[in-house]
Nanobody
């Protein structure tokens, strides 16, 4: 059974930082491209950051320079370090893993940034 479990969300003031973690089980983590997506109320889910199996990151323009995605294959975990948070970063953040036609999602973790 495949599971992606996110943690690290919460309430933070604007300008603050949070670190999200997503730990996977049931997959060969090292061969999966991993990503963080978010969905704000009334909006579509959007890509925040992705990291390939080779470790190359990609970021949405809106988070470039503020967020950092990383992975630890020994721990089957992908991280999202979020700095200089803004109220518009408020959303449910989801972890995603993709390999070929296999796509898995976590249950999401809420991030709320107060002004």
């Amino acid at each position: 059974q495949v599971r992606l479990v996110e943690s690290g969300g919460g309430l933070v003031q604007a300008g603050g930082s949070l670190r999200l973690s997503c730990t996977a089980s049931g997959i060969i983590f090292s061969i999966y491209s991993m990503g963080w997506y978010r969905q704000a109320p009334g909006k579509q889910r959007e890509s925040v950051a992705t990291i390939g199996s080779g470790g190359w990151p990609n970021y949405a323009d809106s988070v470039m320079g503020r967020f950092t995605i990383s992975r630890d294959n020994a721990k089957n975990t992908v991280y999202l370090q979020m700095n200089s948070l803004k109220p518009e970063d408020t959303a449910v953040y989801y972890c995603n893993g993709i390999h070929g036609s296999s796509i898995y999602w976590g249950q999401g973790t809420q991030v709320t940034v107060s002004s």
